[in-house]
């Protein structure tokens, strides 16, 4: 059986961890490795390695830790096929979708070779007689980022490019359930010439985030994952004193206006809703037509494509979607179905017999639709992250504008129309942080920054974009006078520029 280590100081190890925690295969049900689970000796040694090689590291110049990043993309793009490989294994999804993970995250370590220019400060020539004022930006030391099961690859990405190119030490905490591309995405960032020290991987669950929380010497923590853990760890590291920043989950509304063409609106459902078996937090898991007439277009041209979808193993190059991360999940997922059924919805595709030969024990899940969903179900308000699609029908486009913002998550909305205002009012006013104009999943590129609103993200800054560089550095402003400004005597007025 594999063991999977921690990484630290460039180095993999099991370190002190006496725990294991099975790694599954969700295709089969099989085990296919164990990772260990840190200990607090595990984070005190990742951290006294971060902590020996970050003064170093930041005093490198930007360029040529910008230039790491040129290797690095390099290299992952050398062993894509093997990192999306490795990554369905673990995850379940398609090979393709493994690489668009990959990706993903890959251009944000793309956006972070250009470092030297990010970090660039500012600077005012005479702010008064012989006085100049500059601001810079300087590392926070180092930081943190816990990482959820459904991007492996992406979301680490997101994290560790900012806060290393900006000369900061990391630790990484990736999800216990798919940890191997983050072991290998760090083997590759040593390849690439970073220093050791500067990337440490850590595995485990609430322990050794508490342990990071509470860690004196972690200056900032990035989380993403569920909404109750995002407000813990958003609570709990503020009131260390920290910087933090803490995305959480979603249910993410498309609504579908009468003039929208119905057969693109419905592949974009397909995709949006059922991509990675729906385990995506910008996944559309609520369509919102307009209209009665919208409603029977919308949902008559979603069966029959649900029904053809291909659901199977990672392995078989035709599958569509792959299974679900756990048996737990699994489970639960068909808990919200009978629960969708029991309180009245009507259920218009029923994935609850699928069934897949050869692949009993696999954590597979039929994709559902269901129509007439109402507010007050758990389907709705719930999120399943699943193959579940609920259909709630709206009367006029204010009742799907109003729906979308009384929902309690923020993360993702769109609209699918060809009246360009319609959708310019829609962006206008609502509360949600990402917005696609006939675009289901409008995860914005690395240049341009990724966050929700209201119970998806807690915390001020986003990931990637500019954002990212101010969430890992800290503003020093400097403000210098010359002999030819300084005036002979003491003032004892609040300094005032005349
Ligand atoms: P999760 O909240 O269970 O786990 C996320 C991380 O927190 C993992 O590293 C896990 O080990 C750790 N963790 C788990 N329980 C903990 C606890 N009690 N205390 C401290 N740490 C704990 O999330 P998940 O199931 O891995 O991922 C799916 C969730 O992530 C969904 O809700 C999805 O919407 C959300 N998500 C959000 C975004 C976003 O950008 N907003 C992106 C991807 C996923």
């Not at 342990?211 to 900032?220: P, Y």
């Not at 569920?226 to 989950?249: D, L, M």
């Not at 193993?313 to 679900?324: F, I, N, Q």
Request: charged letters at 20%; hydrophobic letters at 45%; aromatic letters at 8%.
């Amino acid at each position: 059986m594999r063991t999977i280590g921690h990484f630290i100081d460039g180095v993999e190890t099991t370190g002190n961890s006496a725990e294991f925690q099975d790694v599954f295969n969700p295709a089969t049900g099989e085990v296919q490795a164990r990772v260990a689970l840190a200990t607090e000796a595990d984070l005190d040694a990742a951290v006294a390695a971060a902590a020996a090689a970050q003064p170093k590291w930041a005093a490198t110049n930007p360029q040529r830790r910008a230039r790491v990043f040129f290797n690095f993309v390099a290299l992952i793009n050398r062993d894509m096929q093997d990192l999306a490989e490795l990554l369905s294994a673990e995850h379940g999804k398609t090979v393709e979708d493994s690489k668009g993970d990959i990706l993903r995250g890959l251009e944000v370590a793309e956006f972070v070779a250009g470092a030297p220019h990010l970090l660039k400060g500012e600077f005012t020539d005479g702010a008064g007689p012989g006085i100049d004022m500059y601001s810079m930006r300087q590392p926070v030391g180092i930081g943190a980022g816990i990482t959820p099961f459904n991007f492996p690859a992406m979301i680490p990405l997101w994290m560790l490019s900012p806060a290393i190119a900006a000369g900061n030490a990391f630790i990484l905490k990736p999800s216990e359930r798919d940890p191997s591309v983050p072991m290998r995405l760090a083997q590759l960032a040593i390849e690439a010439g970073l220093p050791r020290g500067i990337l440490n991987v850590l595995h485990g669950g609430k322990a050794v985030v508490d342990g990071i929380l509470h860690h004196d010497q972690i200056s900032a923590v990035s989380f993403v994952g569920s909404t109750p853990i995002a407000r813990y760890v958003y609570a709990t590291a503020a009131s260390e004193g920290k910087r933090v920043q803490a995305f959480g989950g979603a249910k993410n509304h498309m609504i579908i206006m009468p003039d929208a063409d119905m057969d693109k609106a419905a592949d974009a459902l397909m995709g949006a809703g059922y991509g990675s078996a729906g385990e995506r937090c910008m996944a559309v898991s609520v369509a919102v037509p307009v209209g009665e007439e919208t409603a029977d277009r919308i949902v008559a041209a979603l069966k029959p494509r649900i029904e053809k979808l291909k659901v199977g193993p990672a392995t078989d190059k035709a599958s569509e979607m792959g299974p679900v991360i756990t048996r737990a999940s699994k489970d639960r997922i068909a808990a919200l179905v009978e629960s969708g059924i029991a309180q009245g919805a009507t259920l218009a595709v029923d994935g609850r017999a699928f069934s897949l030969q050869g692949y009993e024990n696999g954590y597979f899940v039929g994709p559902s639709l269901f129509d007439h969903v109402t507010t007050d179900m758990d389907i709705y308000k719930e999120e399943i992250f699943g193959p579940v699609l609920s259909v709630v029908r709206s009367k006029t486009y204010e009742d799907a504008l109003r729906l979308t913002m009384d929902n309690p998550y923020g993360n993702g909305t769109a609209i699918f129309t060809r009246d360009g205002d319609a959708a310019r009012d829609f962006a206008a006013r609502v509360n949600v942080g990402m917005v696609g104009i006939n675009v289901p999943v409008p995860v914005p590129l690395a240049y341009h920054s990724f966050g929700g609103w209201k119970a998806s993200a807690f915390g001020d800054l986003n990931q990637h974009g500019t954002d990212a560089i101010k969430f890992w550095t800290r503003t020093k402003t400097v403000t210098a006078r010359w002999p030819s400004g300084i005036k002979d005597g003491a003032e004892f007025q609040m300094p005032v520029m005349k």
